[in-house]
T-cell receptor, first 113, second 118 residues
């Protein structure tokens, strides 16, 4: 089955710097790649997603890139702010699998003021 | 606004007990999921269901079972709780994309149940 690897497990940046989190997936049939943010004590919430027919997607300070050939995708956060501090999860999914998402191990991002 | 509600926020059970975790969603979603969350391991899929009375094993189904008798409700059952099942359990739901088979869409999560087995 699908396997998703996420790096790094922890990331500390200064406010205003950029942060990059990387994920690789194993099954070339995967075609949907969401990113979730989980603040302390709260539920994971979708922040951005990308489908396999697109190479890049941007929403204000966050962007996601996808390289289907290499089977990896990345989350980019620019101009980080303290409220970006959270655990971020990448996931992969494919059609005809009941919508199931396979998640990476998570990255704990800390943005220092 | 999508609401996925889990019956308990915190639960303490004894080893060997049968434990029921309940999840209800109010958005008429076809797909429902149970994940467990452990530090360093991310969210691991236990079971999922894409329709009433349908269930499929995820990556770590051992020691668990599920029930989906109604579309809005998905229950996770620990047949005989063990200490290694102490964890955060997250329920999620998503809708099936019309016209594309069992498609993939955003999953909405419940608030989680922190289960401690002693």
């Amino acid at each position: 089955g699908e396997n998703v690897e996420q790096h790094p497990s922890t990331l500390s940046v200064q406010e205003g710097d950029s942060a990059v989190i990387k994920c690789t997936y194993s099954d070339s049939a995967s075609n949907y790649f969401p990113w979730y943010k989980q603040e302390l004590g709260k539920r994971p919430q979708l922040i951005i997603d990308i489908r396999s027919n697109v190479g890049e997607k941007k929403d204000q300070r966050i962007a996601v890139t996808l390289n289907k050939t290499a089977k990896h995708f990345s989350l980019h956060i620019t101009e980080t702010q303290p409220e970006d501090s959270a655990v971020y999860f990448c996931a992969a999914s494919m059609n005809n699998q009941g919508g199931k998402l396979i998640f990476g191990q998570g990255t704990e991002l800390s943005v220092k003021p | 606004d999508v609401k996925v509600t889990q019956s308990s926020r915190y639960l303490v059970k004894r080893t060997g007990e049968k434990v029921f975790l309940e999840c209800v969603q109010d958005m008429d979603h076809e797909n429902m999921f149970w994940y467990r969350q452990d530090p360093g391991l991310g969210l691991r899929l236990i079971y999922f269901s894409y329709d009433v009375k349908m269930k499929e094993k995820g990556d770590i189904p051992e020691g668990y079972s599920v029930s989906r008798e109604k579309k809005e409700r998905f229950s996770l059952i620990l047949e005989s709780a063990s200490t290694n099942q102490t964890s955060m359990y997250l329920c999620a739901s998503s809708f099936k994309v019309r016209g594309s088979g069992r498609g993939n869409t955003e999953a909405f999560f419940g608030q989680g149940t922190r289960l401690t087995v002693v």
